[in-house]
């Protein structure tokens, strides 16, 4: 069958395309980017990618008419204030542009919405629910609650909270309940819902067995990691406040803590689990979703993370319109230097950020992501997906990477901390040279003085970090 995936290079999307294969579809895998889709090589003789915007009715016009059925994953919640606006009208025109092709199923996965008063989050969900069914085709909703999974917001933010603060004191929602979900479960779900017609024109709660406050969620995700945790709720901690401390104490961004809180004030709890018979899924509990996610990221196995996805920094740009470092209006600072191992120095390249670091003046970059949280950036708390791979779309510390190609030996980084203009860095090797180079484009005058203010720094923090990378130490 030949199924459209929407949302392919989301944190959900990653995981089921290798199972849509697997299981002998044809996937074509919707992208708004191309640049930034970097699907594994055993993958690209089954899937075609094509670039692709819900708010662009005229794009639309290029998914294929033999579609058989289709997924959409698609949110939206994060990059801007008016997501409720922005996924409704996404959803519309999706569904308009299905209206003149063959596709017999469509799959959402939504959020459970069973409280009489929702966020403003879960009721756009809901809303785009209610438009998605309008459709010409059968249609299946998979509501879930918090996703648990290597990689995910909700794991992170978790563990963000568990593994940084021995003592909480947190808001009242933390008594609010909720059911987890296992990420396995998720993909197990969605692909099995495709095509089955016990699922056709229903809407369906998935969750696991464990009905937990996010209290208990954190103490037993501390159990489990032997960290003895306090926690203190507190009622008058207000959301605006909440959404504050989230922001600071995780790497979250402060527009998805926003949504989160707002959230996580409303229960969400199947209303009842009759898929799991339908189906033939018996979901993790809370416990060995977490055991899974451990493993997973102890064998470096993370397939995907919501920190690469653009809703961890705020921004919403094409790879394609900075892959070319600018020259004229710019300031450049550009150091070469030569090396004994091309493939040592490159390996340096490719682990740099995250518990690495940044091989030189670590708590300079640690104090400037402390900075760059206290204005509304993101920090260094994303770190990197991988610690020794990279792909195009990745996040690297406050970095997103625009262009990686360890054969070629060129990493280009873009900057996604908060700057009074735009920053590049990139490293290149050229024979036997490292070439280095941080470029600048300010914006007015703040942006000149910004740099000029800086530029002491970078005397020693840029030099330090190119000698550790052409040295022959590891």
């Given at each position: 069958?030949?199924i459209?995936?929407?949302?392919?290079?989301g944190?959900i999307?990653?995981r089921?395309?290798?199972?849509?294969v697997?299981?002998?579809?044809?996937?074509?895998?919707?992208?708004?980017?191309p640049?930034?889709f970097?699907?594994?090589?055993?993958?690209?003789?089954?899937?075609?990618?094509?670039k692709?915007?819900?708010?662009?009715e005229?794009?639309?016009?290029?998914i294929?008419n033999?579609?058989?059925?289709?997924?959409y994953?698609?949110h939206?919640?994060?990059s801007s204030?008016?997501?409720?606006?922005?996924?409704?009208v996404?959803?519309i025109?999706?569904?308009?542009?299905?209206q003149?092709?063959?596709?017999?199923?469509?799959?959402?996965?939504?959020?459970?919405?069973?409280?009489?008063k929702?966020?403003?989050?879960l009721?756009?969900?809901?809303?785009?629910?209610?438009?998605?069914?309008?459709?010409?085709?059968?249609?299946?909703a998979l509501?879930?609650?918090?996703?648990i999974?290597?990689?995910?917001?909700?794991?992170?933010?978790?563990r963000?909270?568990?593994e940084?603060?021995?003592?909480?004191?947190?808001?009242?929602w933390?008594n609010?309940?909720?059911?987890?979900?296992?990420?396995?479960?998720?993909?197990?779900?969605?692909?099995?819902?495709?095509f089955?017609?016990?699922?056709?024109n229903?809407?369906?709660?998935i969750g696991?067995?464990?009905?937990?406050?996010?209290?208990?969620m954190l103490?037993?995700?501390?159990k489990?990691?032997?960290?003895?945790?306090?926690?203190?709720?507190?009622?008058?901690?207000?959301?605006?406040?909440?959404?504050?401390?989230?922001?600071?104490?995780?790497?979250?961004?402060?527009?998805?803590?926003?949504?989160l809180?707002?959230s996580?004030?409303?229960?969400?709890?199947?209303?009842?689990?009759?898929?799991n018979?339908?189906?033939?899924?018996?979901?993790?509990?809370y416990?060995?979703?977490l055991?899974?996610?451990?493993?997973k990221?102890?064998?470096?196995?993370i397939v995907?993370?919501?920190?690469?996805?653009?809703?961890?920094?705020?921004?919403?740009f094409?790879?394609?319109?900075?892959?070319?470092?600018p020259?004229f209006?710019?300031?450049?600072?550009?150091?070469?230097?030569?090396?004994?191992?091309?493939?040592g120095?490159?390996?340096k390249i490719?682990?740099?950020?995250?518990?690495?670091?940044?091989?030189?003046?670590?708590?300079?970059?640690?104090?400037?992501?402390?900075?760059?949280?206290?204005?509304?950036?993101?920090?260094?708390?994303?770190?990197?997906?991988?610690?020794?791979?990279i792909?195009?779309?990745?996040?690297?510390?406050?970095w997103r990477?625009l262009?990686?190609?360890?054969?070629e030996?060129?990493?280009?980084?873009?900057?996604?901390?908060?700057l009074?203009?735009?920053?590049?860095?990139?490293f290149?090797?050229?024979?036997n040279l490292?070439?280095q180079?941080?470029?600048?484009?300010?914006?007015?005058?703040a942006?000149?003085?910004?740099?000029?203010?800086?530029?002491?720094?970078?005397?020693?923090?840029?030099?330090?970090?190119?000698?550790?990378?052409?040295?022959?130490?590891?």
């Open positions: 069958m030949k459209l995936l929407t949302g392919a290079t944190y999307g990653k089921l395309l290798p199972v849509l697997e299981a002998g579809h044809e996937v074509v895998c919707c992208v708004r980017d640049k930034r970097s699907p594994p090589e055993s993958l690209k003789d089954s899937i075609s990618v094509l692709l915007d819900l708010l662009d005229d794009s639309l016009k290029a294929p033999d579609i058989d059925g289709a997924y994953l698609v939206s919640m994060s204030g008016d997501y409720q606006n922005l996924e409704e996404s959803a025109n999706f569904r308009n542009a299905l003149s092709t063959n596709v017999n199923h469509v799959v959402y996965l939504s959020g459970i919405v069973n409280d009489s929702l966020s403003k989050h009721s756009s969900r809901k809303n785009v629910e209610t438009e998605l069914s309008k459709g010409d085709y059968h249609f299946t509501r879930a609650g918090i996703i999974g290597s990689g995910s917001a909700s794991f992170e933010i978790i963000d909270l568990v940084k603060l021995p003592l909480m004191i947190t808001p009242k933390l609010t309940k909720c059911q987890p979900i296992g990420i396995s479960d998720v993909i197990a779900f969605l692909s099995k819902s495709l089955n017609p016990k699922t056709f229903q809407n369906f709660d696991g067995p464990d009905v937990l406050s996010y209290k208990e103490l037993t995700f501390g489990q990691r032997n960290l003895k945790r306090r926690i203190y709720v507190v009622p008058i901690m207000t959301p605006r406040l909440s959404s504050y401390w989230l922001y600071f104490v995780t790497s979250t961004s402060y527009k998805l803590a926003t949504s809180v707002n996580m004030k409303v229960e969400v709890v199947c209303s009842d689990n009759r898929i018979t339908l189906l033939d899924v018996q979901p993790l509990t416990i060995e979703a055991e899974r996610a451990f493993n990221i102890e064998s470096n196995e995907s993370s919501w920190k690469d996805a653009y809703s961890s920094s705020g921004l919403n094409n790879i394609s319109e900075f892959i070319q470092v020259s209006g710019c300031f450049k600072d550009s150091r070469s230097r030569a090396f004994e191992n091309r493939d120095c490159i390996d490719w682990s740099i950020g995250g518990i690495t670091g940044w091989y030189y003046g670590n708590w300079l970059w640690r104090i400037r992501g402390i900075i760059d949280k206290f204005v509304g950036g993101v920090g260094l708390r994303r770190g990197r997906t991988s610690p020794n791979s792909n195009v779309g990745d996040t690297i510390d406050f990477v262009y990686a190609n360890k054969e030996g060129r990493l280009l980084l873009f900057a996604e901390m908060k009074p203009g735009e920053a590049w860095l990139e290149k090797v050229v024979d490292l070439i180079t941080a470029t600048f484009r300010p914006l007015g005058l942006g000149r003085v910004y740099w000029f203010a800086v530029l002491p720094f970078h005397g020693f923090i840029f030099d330090g970090m190119l000698r550790q990378l052409t040295s022959n130490k590891i």
